[in-house]
């Protein structure tokens, strides 16, 4: 821990670097609030839409009890006690080449990291502050250095999620709505934690680590009527990296400077957790976050493990959904990731193997998600996704555009189908055991 002189000179040096930074960001600070994207963040934007499936990965001291990133609140430790958790935090087995030639081979094309969690705990070389894994554990350095090389290397996008909530910061005061009952200080400097603490750590991420895909925010939901400073933190995002695009999980309507929106556990707009708002954008690129068992850090306890079956239909469902699908694994604190996890991210990747072209670079189709599936789009291909259909005719809604063909995606076998005013009807066989989803590809004359 720093003694309190050595706070005061980090503060000043801060504030001092904060000041020349913010010299440059003040008027861009306005400026986000009338944000006009860059040509290279609307690129990223399109980039991030065609690629459709990410991997999620909640990794911190936390994972050392083996209890969930919330283990701090959920069993109400004090910030003494939390201190010591970082001593058993000790990845040898960390092996950053095979974390993303995991996500590639499950058909991933971008990976979402926690840089830091709502325990404040930074997850990479931090200079702001020395609650980070390079000061605190006996493994001294920085995984997220070691990823984002490896993500250059293969060739795919690394975001790093970032928690505005702290329960470690003192400064982050006044409190939220979490963590009251852990002996955290009262009282805080609420600007200095945002404008010092939290814009040097992002500045670090979006210095230090080369080109990064994006901030993946959360946690505002904490204190949602504060201040969050969003405009002067949004800018200077932009500012280091135009093409960084800013996720933010605050489940509420987008705000100016924003360029995805993310939905927790839910498809957009549908709200079956209760917190995300209904609204869905028709600008920003959409995005459904889902963990693979029930927990998003490592749950020692938690065996209910999504099926290959059922994550593939999350998946298209999402593609229909015109959104993205970011799937969460929590690794083990050794670093390693059990072979529950492995198994089944492999079994989707196979299945993509065959069945991408109906997912990347697609857009939600012409006929809206309903009971029995959803449609993707890519130029004159609607790809009509059968999950849950049992009869030999499937009846859809008029399309536009006349039908020249069409196929199954499996084999190219082709499909009857009739198309007048009233619809289409599609005569399809019977679902195989194994079969998750009958695509079946109409080639539109346009
Ligand atoms: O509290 C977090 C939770 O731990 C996890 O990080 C998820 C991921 O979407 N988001 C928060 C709740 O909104």
């Known amino acids: 821990m720093l003694n309190a002189w050595q706070v005061?000179?980090?503060?000043?040096?801060?504030?001092?670097?904060?000041?020349?930074?913010?010299?440059?960001?003040?008027?861009?600070?306005?400026?986000?609030?009338?944000?006009?994207?860059?040509?290279?963040?609307?690129?990223?934007?399109?980039?991030?839409?065609?690629?459709?499936?990410?991997?999620?990965?909640?990794?911190?001291?936390?994972?050392?009890?083996?209890?969930?990133?919330w283990v701090f609140h959920d069993r109400k430790l004090t910030v003494s006690e939390y201190n010591r958790l970082p001593l058993f935090f000790d990845p040898e087995k960390f092996d950053a080449k095979a974390w993303v030639g995991l996500a590639k081979a499950a058909g991933m094309k971008y990976i979402t990291i926690t840089s830091r969690h709502h325990d404040g705990f930074a997850m990479f070389d931090s200079k702001v502050s020395?609650?980070?894994?390079?000061?605190?554990?006996?493994?001294?350095?920085?995984?997220?250095?070691?990823?984002a090389d490896e993500c250059h290397r293969q060739g795919i996008k690394l975001f790093f999620y970032y928690s505005q909530l702290d329960w470690h910061n003192a400064d982050y005061y006044p409190r939220g709505n979490t963590a009251w009952d852990n002996a955290r200080l009262d009282h805080g400097d609420w600007n200095a934690y945002l404008d010092d603490y939290m814009d040097g750590q992002l500045r670090e991420l979006l210095t230090n680590y080369g080109p990064v895909g994006g901030i993946w925010f959360d946690g505002m939901w904490d204190k949602p009527d504060a201040d969050w400073h969003l405009a002067k933190t949004y800018a200077l995002i932009h500012q280091l990296q135009p093409a960084a695009l800013i996720v933010p999980n605050h489940h509420q309507t987008p705000k100016p400077g924003e360029d995805v929106q993310t939905f927790e556990r839910d498809l957009p707009g549908q709200n079956t957790a209760g917190f995300n708002t209904k609204y869905v954008s028709d600008q920003l690129p959409l995005e459904s976050c889902n963990t693979l068992?029930?927990?998003?850090?490592?749950?020692?306890?938690?065996?209910?493990?999504?099926?290959?079956?059922?994550?593939?239909?999350?998946?298209?469902?999402?593609?229909?959904?015109?959104?993205?699908?970011?799937?969460?694994?929590?690794?083990?604190?050794?670093g390693e990731i059990q072979q529950e996890f492995v198994t089944r991210l492999l079994a989707v990747g196979a299945?993509?193997?065959?069945?991408?072209?109906?997912?990347?670079?697609?857009?939600?189709?012409?006929?809206?998600?309903?009971?029995?599936?959803?449609?993707?789009?890519?130029?004159?291909?609607?790809?009509?996704?059968?999950?849950?259909?049992?009869?030999?005719?499937?009846?859809?809604?008029?399309?536009?555009?006349?039908?020249?063909?069409?196929?199954?995606?499996?084999?190219?076998?082709?499909?009857?189908?009739?198309?007048?005013?009233?619809?289409?009807?599609?005569?399809?066989?019977?679902?195989?055991d194994d079969e998750v989803d009958r695509v079946v590809v109409l080639q539109l004359s346009l």
Request: proline share 7%; hydrophobic share 35%.
């Open 130 to 147: 020395d609650w980070n894994i390079v000061q605190q554990t006996p493994y001294r350095r920085d995984p997220l250095k070691m990823l």
């Open 8 to 69: 005061t000179v980090k503060r000043c040096t801060l504030t001092l670097a904060g000041l020349i930074g913010c010299v440059l960001p003040a008027s861009q600070a306005t400026a986000q609030t009338n944000y006009q994207p860059t040509a290279e963040n609307f690129k990223a934007r399109q980039e991030f839409q065609d690629e459709k499936f990410g991997l999620f990965i909640h990794w911190g001291v936390y994972s050392v009890l083996g209890y969930g990133e």
């Open 293 to 334: 068992n029930g927990s998003w850090g490592f749950n020692i306890g938690d065996s209910h493990y999504k099926s290959p079956a059922e994550l593939e239909g999350m998946l298209v469902r999402a593609a229909g959904n015109n959104s993205n699908l970011l799937l969460n694994i929590g690794p083990m604190p050794n």
């Open 351 to 432: 299945w993509l193997s065959k069945y991408g072209d109906s997912i990347y670079g697609t857009r939600g189709g012409p006929i809206g998600p309903s009971d029995w599936g959803v449609t993707t789009q890519k130029g004159d291909k609607v790809y009509v996704h059968i999950l849950k259909w049992n009869a030999p005719l499937l009846a859809l809604p008029p399309i536009e555009k006349h039908i020249g063909g069409a196929q199954l995606l499996q084999d190219g076998s082709p499909v009857e189908f009739t198309q007048n005013a009233n619809g289409v009807v599609l005569k399809i066989r019977a679902p195989r």
